[in-house]
């Protein structure tokens, strides 16, 4: 058999019963947290009279100094607590993320490194393994064109027609 639906009307009216409820309890939060400030404030902070001669305001600027220094320390503390305690939370999530196997793959940046430091990378520093990747390359020699070997060298003929004995050359070979 099915349960009875309840009618709209009522529905609105239980509603916004609730909604006037949680109101009163978040208003009374407020009133609560106010008078808790309040009431700290006068606890820590005296009344302030003016009615001071220069002695007692020295004196009242050293208390004040001495409160401030401590409370430094306390917020240098609290802080030092804080970044030890984050950084053990980062450390137990390194441990569960490596314990489940699952691993977020860091952005890789591009690294130029000769095949050298590659091997002393991979093998450690107790291999010592040059590679000489060119050392076992073929050989291939490359064949003068036939055309340079027919007209010869152009300047052997310049460099031996300058100067005097040039001359002398030329002349003698012509008688």
């Known amino acids: 058999m099915a349960q009875k639906k309840m009618s709209l009307s009522r529905k609105n009216h239980l509603k916004s019963l ?17 008078e808790q400030k309040m009431k ?12 001071f001669c220069m002695q007692e305001l020295q004196e009242l600027c050293r208390q004040l100094h001495k409160q401030i220094d401590f409370v430094d320390e306390e ?24 314990l489940k196997g699952k691993f977020k793959k860091p952005v890789l940046r591009k690294v130029r490194m000769s095949a050298d430091a590659m091997l002393a990378a991979l093998l450690g520093s107790k291999h010592k393994v040059s590679l000489d990747l060119r050392a076992n390359l073929k050989q291939v020699k490359k064949e003068a064109k036939d055309e340079e070997k027919q007209t010869g060298d ?6 031996d027609k300058s100067g005097m004995d040039g001359r002398k050359k030329m002349f003698e070979t012509e008688a």
């Open 18 to 34: 609730l909604l006037q409820i949680g109101q009163a309890m978040l208003e009374e939060e407020a009133r609560e947290a106010e």
């Open 40 to 51: 700290y404030m006068e606890d820590q902070c005296p009344t302030f009279s003016t009615r």
């Open 75 to 98: 917020r240098y503390d609290m802080e030092m607590k804080v970044k030890k305690s984050n950084k053990e939370i980062d450390d137990l999530k390194v441990m569960v993320q490596d």
């Open 154 to 159: 152009w300047r052997k003929n310049v460099e």
